[in-house]
C-alpha cells in the first residue's frame, strides 16, 4: 500500500498527496512478537508513537471523508495479503510464491513500518518481499525463466560510482540503497566478488555524487568504467539511481562517449527501488538467456525484443525525462490550462500534446538513436560474438495513463536480417 494516493486521479491534487503522505509518514508504535497482528496494526493506525491520535495537517481542507478512505484501504489490503499468506500456510501450495513490493515508502518510521514487519514474518520459504512495484512483473517472469532454463545463480561484480550507496537514493525508498541491491541479488542467486576478475558479468550503479563538485569526476569514472569493460568483455547492467542529481551532464557524456547497445540492461527512469528491480531483471535475464540458448546469434527474433527492451529504457530516460517531459508538464499547464498529472481534470486537446511531445522526441532522442544504430550488441558469450544493432525508429508515441508523467511508443529495428 502507498504512502499517497496517486496525483490527478479520484479528485486527489497535490495538497490532498501531500497531507496523506505526511500523515502516513509519521511514526506509530512499534509492534513486536506477540502483538504484531493484523488487528494491532490496523488500532495503531491513527497513533503516533506516543500513542496519541495524530493530527492531520493540510494546507488546505481534504475532501469529506480523505482520510477515512485512505485507512479503510490500508485496512483492505493489509487484511487480504494476512488472508493470502495464511491461505498458503500449507504443504498443497509449497510450488507456489508470493512476491510483494513496497511503494512510495519512507526511511520513517511510518504507518508501513508494522505492516512490512507482519508480510516479512509470515513469509515462507520462496516468498520475497522487496522494494519496489512497477517492476514486480519484470522479477517476476524473470524468476519464472531462470527457473525454467536452470539457473544455478552466477557470480557477479558490484561497483557504485558516486559514493551515497549507504542511503536511500530517495524519498520514496524505506532502504539504503545498498540494501535494496543486496537483496535483489538474492532474490536473483547473484554472488558479489570483490573483484572483477572471475566476475560472470558486472553491475555498475551510479548514485547521487557526494561530493556535488565533484560530478565531472564521477562521470569520467561511470564512463572509464563502461570503457574497460568493453575492452575486456565484461557484460555490464548500468544502473542511474542518481535520481537525476547530475542533470544531463551523465547522459550527454554517456551518449556521446560509451556505446549503448553494448550494455546487458539499463534502467534510470522512475524511482531507486524501480529502477534497481528493472535494470537487474532484465540483465539477468539476458544473462541467462545467453548462457542457457543453443546458437543464441542466430536468433535474431530475441535479440530485436532485447534492442528494443534495453532502447526503451535509455530513450525514456535520457531524452523524455531529462528535457521533454519539463516541457510538456509547462505546455499543459500554461499553454492549455489542463492538469499534467490528468488529461480530462480539465479535458485539454489531447491531440495537440500529442503533437508537442512528438516534435521534442524527434530532436531529444535523436542522439541516443545515433548511438544504438552506430554500436553492436552481445549476441553471445561463448564464442564472444557482437552483432550490429541496426537502424531503430520511433514512432506510435501515447500517454497511456493520459498524464505527462509516462509515455508509450513502438521501437523499430532494420537490420539486413528481417525482423521476423
Known amino acids: ?142 524468476k519464472l525463466y531462470l527457473q525454467d532454463c536452470g539457473w544455478n545463480g552466477a557470480k557477479i561484480s558490484l561497483r557504485y560510482i558516486g559514493g551515497l550507496e549507504a542511503q536511500p537514493a530517495c524519498d520514496y525508498d524505506y532502504q539504503p540503497l545498498e540494501t535494496l541491491v543486496d537483496q535483489h541479488l538474492d532474490f536473483f542467486d547473484l554472488q ?87 535494470a537487474i531483471s532484465h540483465g539477468v535475464a539476458r544473462y541467462a538467456w545467453l548462457t542457457h540458448t543453443p546458437s543464441p546469434e542466430k536468433d535474431d527474433v530475441a535479440n530485436t525484443a532485447f534492442v528494443k527492451t534495453l532502447s526503451d529504457s535509455v530513450i525514456k530516460d535520457f531524452a523524455f525525462r531529462n528535457t521533454v517531459r519539463n516541457d510538456l508538464y509547462a505546455y499543459v499547464r500554461d499553454e492549455l490550462g489542463g492538469s499534467p498529472d490528468n488529461f480530462y481534470r480539465p479535458e485539454i486537446d489531447r491531440a495537440q500534446v500529442l503533437s508537442v511531445l512528438e516534435a521534442d522526441m524527434a530532436a531529444s532522442a535523436a542522439p541516443v538513436l545515433a548511438n544504438f544504430s552506430n554500436g553492436k550488441i552481445l549476441v553471445s558469450l561463448s564464442p564472444w560474438v557482437e552483432s550490429g544493432c541496426g537502424t531503430l525508429t520511433l514512432s506510435n508515441y501515447r500517454f497511456p495513463w493520459n498524464r505527462v508523467f509516462e509515455i508509450g511508443m513502438d521501437i523499430r529495428r532494420q537490420t539486413s536480417v528481417p525482423e521476423g
Open 1 to 142: 500500500m502507498r504512502l499517497a494516493p496517486t496525483v490527478g486521479y479520484g479528485g486527489f491534487g497535490l495538497n490532498e498527496y501531500n497531507t496523506l503522505r505526511n500523515y502516513g509518514i509519521a511514526a506509530r508504535p512499534h509492534l513486536t512478537g506477540d502483538a504484531l497482528i493484523v488487528e494491532n496494526i490496523i488500532a495503531d493506525y491513527r497513533l503516533g508513537s506516543d500513542g496519541q491520535e495524530l493530527e492531520v495537517q493540510s494546507a488546505e481542507p481534504l475532501p469529506d471523508g480523505a482520510v477515512e478512505n485512505y485507512l479503510a484501504a490500508r485496512v483492505r489490503k493489509l487484511r487480504l495479503s494476512a488472508h493470502l499468506l495464511g491461505a498458503l500456510d500449507g504443504g498443497a501450495y509449497a510450488n507456489f510464491h508470493v512476491l510483494i513490493g513496497v511503494d512510495d515508502s519512507s526511511a520513517e518510521d511510518s504507518i508501513q513500518k508494522n505492516e512490512i514487519a507482519y508480510l516479512s514474518a509470515n513469509l515462507r520459504a520462496g516468498d520475497w518481499l522487496l522494494s519496489g512495484v512497477d517492476d514486480l512483473a519484470f522479477k517476476a517472469i524473470t
Open 192 to 278: 558479489k566478488l570483490s573483484k572483477t576478475s572471475g566476475a560472470d558479468f558486472q553491475i555498475l550503479v551510479l548514485t547521487a555524487p557526494a561530493v556535488p563538485e565533484r560530478t565531472g569526476d564521477y562521470a569520467w569514472a561511470l564512463i572509464n568504467a563502461l570503457s574497460e569493460n568493453r575492452k575486456n568483455r565484461i557484460p555490464t547492467v548500468l544502473i542511474d539511481a542518481s535520481n537525476d542529481a547530475y542533470g544531463t551532464v551523465i547522459h550527454d557524456a554517456l551518449a556521446k562517449q560509451a556505446e549503448l547497445s553494448s550494455l546487458l540492461a539499463y534502467s534510470g527512469f522512475l524511482d531507486m527501488a524501480i529502477v534497481t528491480g528493472t
